[in-house]
């Protein structure tokens, strides 16, 4: 059975209450993903196309997204050239969130945003994010504050690896207009934690990052790295769930049951992974049921943390 676990100061003290997976209305496909970008600026993911993209292809997947209504990209100081790569590639009227450097401190706040503003080519920022939940402090949270009330960025927020992180970044009082946090079909911790909801109703954006699991979910058997840990055996559940589908649907089958997620953030390579993945979205094989979901669910395992995997 699945469970929830609204937000609390303590979350060890809030008793499980039942989560609903009836499917909702759905919006069009283009309005609820974003662009990935952590691959524009540096080599990013597994398997064999984990490579740096290279111009021409990221015109010809900006073009696509543009059809399809696409308007968000997802990039960070962090991904190596990308932020230069948007600046360059990307025309006015595409939202961008961006994240500070992690480790950043409360006085490197205002630099790394100017330095950010310059290379993305804005005068101000639709959203920043700490790129760590450890970032948050008073004073970051002070500062960041300051810097929407001045109009230097539109909307404040967090990338986190955990739905608790979020009540700690609260505690630190950081002004919390976006949330970032992974979400899949093989980690189901924001799904039931009951979170998305209690979120969407204060008006949180949320927007979910993970759906492929850095392409894991997309690679048979064969094609996966060796090194990446599995505990509890959920990729050869995965294999064998569905296999009738394509991998894409399957992966892309826990959207139908999260509508409060804002936007999905993919690392899509190229406009025909774009073109694939908007059609299973129009068409998409029904949900997994409660009892799939309970198969398929690897918990807090190392599986769903790829800042944890060991190296290759």
Known sequence: MIKSVPEAADMDAVESQPLMTEVHPRRGPGSVLALGTAHWGQPYGVGPRRGQADADTLAGLLEAARTHGIDCLDTARAYGSAEAVIGSLVRPGMHIVTKLPPGIQAEGIRPAIRQSCQALGRTHLDAILLHRASDASPETARILRTLRAEGHVKRTGVSVYDVGEVAACRRAGLPIDLVQIPASLVDQRLLRSGLLDRWVA?????HCRSLFLQGLLLLDADSRPA???????????????RGHHARLARALSIVALMPGVTRWVLGVRDPGELEAIIRTLSDPPPPPSPVELDALDAGSSLLVRPDLWPAP
Do not use: M, S
């Not at 204060?202 to 949320?206: H, I, K, M």
């Open 227 to 241: 090194h990446i840990p599995d505990p509890t055996g959920i990729l050869p559940r995965f294999d064998a769930w």
């Open 202 to 206: 204060e008006g949180v954006e949320v």
